[in-house]
């Protein structure tokens, strides 16, 4: 090297003749070369490199070479480089910290490359995961794939066994989407920390713009629209409302997390303060659903049901309506109609908290979405899935559009059924939007 170009006396080291305290071995030097450039060159027998690269156990593993515990050994030096690899780029040690407990205890799946390399992965584990176990970059760039010949979705649970194909595009484009848990695009937490790291990597603006759109669609779902987002910004310890968009936008908080702490603050400021004894709880009925118990403060045994227009689900803010004829009407604390009449006669308005659970809640959901074949199917086993119910269906076609609007009326058993409901609606194939109405 140094007879063909000029070298750099500095630079030189000879790692041989005086190792390094962990053993290490090899020459180096640098020289000028072609253009003038500088050029470092390391030079070093394949043992010397498997030690470098592979720390002191590479020795025995050299001289063991050829043996059958080879492979299995090979295997444990990868996924410790894995480790080391996803340390470096982590965004939170902790996040890490408890990434590395689950998968140490968790079962594993092991499926096929089309070139019959094993993957060890998560039970659980997706397409997606099984892209991002391959490379980073593969993940990223994931478009669909193919198990065993066959066209799957990225939600698909792979089995042991399975010949996995990845089908990727161009520009590495991951979505923010596969963070959230309740869309069951990742199980593993390695993968779900090099979406998180990609995102952690853009700048400001564009989370906080990407958070909020998540949000706002999360929100617009549930009616919760015109809420004061910095009750929930607190309650997730960020210091402005763009910090909390921020959290949403690389999955540190979920859109149903910021929701639900909505709900919670607002059935807070709405809860009276016990200044008498609990009175008698009179029975609400509602549309053939069952009973359910409420709590009316300054009201003893009169008529209670839920108000049409708005429908409210247990779990959310609530406020009872004296009506002249029909006793007390329960709406939702945001209710339009509810504004409209507590103007009118603020003296009517009283306290209501949810009481027992009851077998049930009418709720009324809206699907936009491409007409396609099977669309009304993979909705109807979705509900069917969460647990929940359909109790009416109604279809438009929107003129020369080639979608369809689906107005469901279902029975939900709470909020948080129904939010996760809206989220996986939202995640079909072709669905622009689902949300809840009125």
Request: with cysteine; aromatic share 6%; charged share 30%.
């Amino acid at each position: 090297m140094h007879a063909l170009w000029t070298p750099i006396p500095s630079e030189f080291d000879d790692y041989i003749a005086r190792p390094k305290a962990n053993d290490y071995r090899s020459l180096h030097t640098a020289v000028i070369g072609p253009e003038g450039r500088t050029v470092e060159v390391q030079i070093r027998t394949f043992e010397m490199h498997a030690q470098a690269e592979l720390g002191v156990a590479a020795h025995w593993k050299y001289k063991e070479g050829g043996k059958g515990a080879e492979k299995s050994f090979d295997r444990k030096i990868t996924w410790m480089r894995q480790l080391l690899e996803q340390a470096q780029d982590a965004a939170n040690p902790d996040d890490l910290a408890g990434a590395l407990d689950a998968e140490l205890i968790e079962d594993r799946v092991y499926a096929l490359s089309p070139k019959g390399e094993v993957m060890d992965l998560p039970a659980g584990a997706t397409p997606l995961d099984f892209a991002y176990h391959v490379h980073t970059m593969v993940g990223h760039r994931c478009k669909g794939a193919k198990v065993n010949g066959r066209i799957v979705p990225l939600t698909y649970r792979l089995r042991s066994g399975d010949r996995v194909e990845i089908l990727t595009g161009k520009e590495a484009d991951p979505r923010r989407d596969w963070l959230l848990p309740a869309n069951s695009f990742l199980a593993s937490s390695r993968s779900r920390e090099k979406v998180r790291t990609w995102f952690h990597k853009l700048d400001r603006a564009r989370n906080v713009q990407a958070g909020r759109e998540l949000l706002e669609r999360e929100l617009k779902r549930l009616g919760l629209q015109q809420a004061d987002l910095m009750v929930a910004a607190k309650r997730f310890h960020a210091d402005s409302v763009d910090d909390l968009h921020i959290q949403v936008a690389l999955g540190d908080t979920g859109p149903s997390q910021v929701s639900r702490a909505l709900l919670e603050a607002e059935k807070e400021k709405n809860q009276p303060a016990p200044a008498t004894p609990p009175l008698p709880r009179p029975t609400a009925r509602r549309d053939g659903i069952g009973k359910s118990d409420f709590t009316v403060q300054g009201v003893g045994n009169l008529l209670v049901q839920l108000a049409r227009c708005c429908r409210p689900v247990s779990g959310e803010p609530i406020a009872g309506y004296l009506t002249r004829t029909r006793g007390v009407t329960v709406h939702r604390s945001d209710c339009a109609a509810l504004a409209r009449l507590s103007a009118a006669h603020p003296e009517r308005v009283l306290p209501v908290e949810w009481g027992r659970a009851g077998s049930g809640y009418e709720v009324d959901v809206m699907v936009r979405a491409m007409d396609r074949r099977w669309l009304l199917k993979d909705i109807t086993n979705l509900i069917a899935q969460e647990d929940a119910y359909v109790l009416n269906i109604n279809s438009d076609n929107l003129r020369d559009s080639g979608r369809v609007q689906l107005r469901l009326r279902l029975k939900v058993n709470d909020y948080g059924q129904l939010s996760t409901l809206l989220g996986k609606m939202d995640a079909l194939p072709g669905v622009d939007e689902a949300r809840r109405m009125g």
